[in-house]
């Protein structure tokens, strides 16, 4: 039966009618003899990322006496893994590139279907439960799709004017958000390159009368910061309504950057039971899994918040923001000799006030700090803009295709 997807472009109002992919591909290899030099191999990758190329194939490690020849829009299909997504249309790059028969090659027919409406269709819920069903088998390289029942796949299409709209329409948001993914890149260069002068005192500040502020001191950690650790905040002690917010050390590494202003997790746990941050508080996780992982700090921009188990709490006269960057931009390999242990990896606030470290006055700390805080805002909105674009690309997703 004819149906109309839950969003659309108001100029259409046809009904979308039910084909087949063999309606509109045709399963039509262009076989070739087997080079006698290296050639170049295309293959799928699985999970819809499309594809890629091996360019130095060697004929005589291929058991196979006959290849096939890929084209630009060709639609390949990975047999084994197509139930996990191995499925792409071939680009312009891709062209003479050569598959086995592990990898039959769909030749679409301008006449029925506009290619760039399939890129979209892909990554559809219902597309990949589909090839799902259709391979049979329990897992792994026993779910083996047959190409004449990846033929037989049954979806609903729209006329080639609103394949060619939807398409277009999903091209200008995929642009939009690899554009604001290059920001980002550039962003990260920036700030990078900017703190490596910063810290390298390439590039210094003046104060406010446009006169050099202090040479830079060498001083230990332990003789600017006054240690303490955090206390035991288990994962079932986690909780979505709990009294208050909290910080687990795993979250360091999978969570948090170099400055904390939005917590989370929260607790239920007893306030006489937990420790509890200042504002510029200086974190760095006690224990990990790699010398390299362990070696990261942040600063905590809120009080009253829970520091758990296996955290190193560093406070004292300094801007803990400026404080953070440079122990993760200067001293992070020095810090990560620091850690011991093989299995799991333990840091030590013994260890860390050896740290030797070279400072500037505290008015050029915070003007340090505020400076790269910029940078880094910049990139979180950024960044924010990204997810928001593909959340919205998610969403129409799911409503623009009739299922």
């Not at 509109?24 to 087997?34: S, W």
């Not at 746990?269 to 200086?282: A, C, T």
Request: with cysteine.
């Amino acid at each position: 039966q004819g149906k109309v997807p839950q969003v659309r472009f108001p100029e259409f109002k046809d009904a979308w009618e039910q084909k087949t992919i063999g309606d509109v591909f045709d399963l039509n290899a262009r076989p070739i003899n087997k080079p006698l030099d290296n050639y170049k191999s295309i293959g799928i990758r699985s999970h819809f990322k499309g594809t890629f190329q091996r360019l130095d194939s060697d004929p005589s490690k291929n058991v196979m006496d006959t290849l096939f020849e890929v084209k630009e829009n060709d639609l390949i299909v990975n047999i084994t893994f197509a139930w996990e997504g191995a499925v792409a249309i071939a680009s312009k790059d891709d062209e003479g590139g050569l598959v086995s028969h592990r990898f039959p090659t769909y030749i679409n027919d301008k006449s029925k279907v506009e290619i760039d409406f399939f890129r979209f269709l892909f990554p559809t819920p219902e597309f990949k439960r589909t090839l799902t069903l259709i391979s049979p088998g329990s897992a792994g390289r026993n779910r083996v799709l047959k190409k004449s029942d990846f033929l037989k796949i049954k979806f609903l299409f729209p006329t080639i004017p609103e394949q060619t709209r939807i398409a277009s329409f999903f091209t200008v948001l995929d642009k939009k958000i690899a554009e604001l993914k290059q920001k980002k890149n550039l962003l990260e260069q920036y700030k990078k390159g900017v703190t490596q002068k910063l810290f390298s005192q390439e590039f210094k500040f003046k104060d406010e009368n446009g006169k050099e502020f202090p040479k830079w001191e060498n001083k230990k950690l332990g003789n600017i910061a006054q240690f303490s650790k955090g206390k035991g905040i288990s994962k079932v002690e986690i909780s979505e309504e709990g009294k208050y917010e909290c910080i687990r050390y795993g979250e360091l590494y999978t969570h948090y950057g170099e400055t904390i202003s939005e917590i989370q997790s929260r607790t239920d746990l007893k306030g006489n039971e937990l420790v509890f941050s200042e504002n510029n508080d200086v974190i760095i996780p006690a224990s990990g899994e790699s010398q390299i992982d362990i070696a990261k700090a942040s600063c905590v921009l809120k009080s009253g918040v829970a520091l758990g188990g296996d955290i190193n709490i560093m406070k004292g006269e300094f801007d803990g923001v400026f404080l953070s960057y440079y122990l993760n931009h200067k001293k992070r390999n020095e810090i990560a000799t620091l850690a011991q242990g093989v299995s799991v990896v333990h840091l030590y606030s013994s260890q860390l006030s050896t740290l030797e470290l070279q400072l500037p006055s505290l008015k050029e700390q915070n003007l340090i700090s505020k400076f790269i805080s910029i940078i880094e805002n910049k990139i979180n909105r950024t960044e924010n803009q990204i997810q928001q674009t593909q959340e919205y690309k998610k969403g129409l997703l799911q409503n623009m295709f009739c299922e």
